[in-house]
C-alpha cells in the first residue's frame, strides 16, 4: 500500500534526513522542504527551499501533496522570538496550507521545549511553577 504523495517539513535535519531515507520507498512522491537547500536524490522526490515563516511559499510547495510529516522548526535552545517564528508561525502556516489544499492528514512532531524552555537535563515537576515565557527567555 503506498502512501500518496507526502510531504516533510524539516526534510534536512538530523530526523527529517533519516525520515526521507525510509519514506522514499513508500510513496508515490517525496515533497521535501527545508530552509537550507536539498537536491533530490531519487526520482520521486522533489526538493524545496522554503522557509515555513513564508505562508505562501509553504502553500506552494505542499501543492499536491496527500499528506504531511512536520518536523520543520528550530530544535534547540533559541531566543523567544525565533522559536515563535519558525516554531509556532511555521507550523501555523503548515496547519493553514494543509487546510487550504485539502490535505486531510498532518503529522505534527514536537519536543520537549514544549513545556517550559527548560535547558536540557533540567527535571521539573508538579510542585515546581511554571517558567514564564518572555522575550528575555533564551
Known amino acids: ?8 517539513t524539516g526534510a534536512a535535519g538530523t530526523i ?3 525520515v526521507r531515507e525510509a ?3 513508500e510513496v508515490v512522491r517525496l515533497i521535501l ?3 537550507v537547500p536539498l537536491r533530490p536524490e531519487a526520482e520521486n522526490e522533489d526538493a524545496h527551499t522554503v522557509d515555513l515563516r513564508d505562508a505562501a511559499a509553504v502553500e506552494s510547495a505542499l501543492a499536491g501533496a496527500d499528506r504531511v510529516l512536520h ?4 530544535p534547540d535552545e533559541a531566543p523567544l522570538a525565533d522559536l515563535l517564528g ?3 508561525l511555521g507550523t501555523d502556516h503548515v496547519l493553514e496550507a494543509a487546510r487550504r489544499t485539502g490535505i486531510e492528514r498532518v503529522v505534527l512532531a514536537s519536543s520537549n521545549r514544549v513545556t517550559g524552555f527548560y535547558a ?3 527535571l521539573t515537576g508538579p510542585h515546581r511553577s511554571r517558567r514564564a515565557l518572555t522575550a528575555s527567555t533564551g
Do not use: I
Open 71 to 74: 518536523l520543520g522548526g528550530v
Open 33 to 35: 522542504l527545508d530552509r
Open 120 to 122: 536540557a537535563g533540567h
Open 16 to 18: 527529517g534526513s533519516v
Open 86 to 88: 519558525a516554531n509556532v
Open 1 to 8: 500500500m503506498s502512501l500518496g504523495t507526502v510531504a516533510v
Open 23 to 25: 519514506l522514499r520507498r
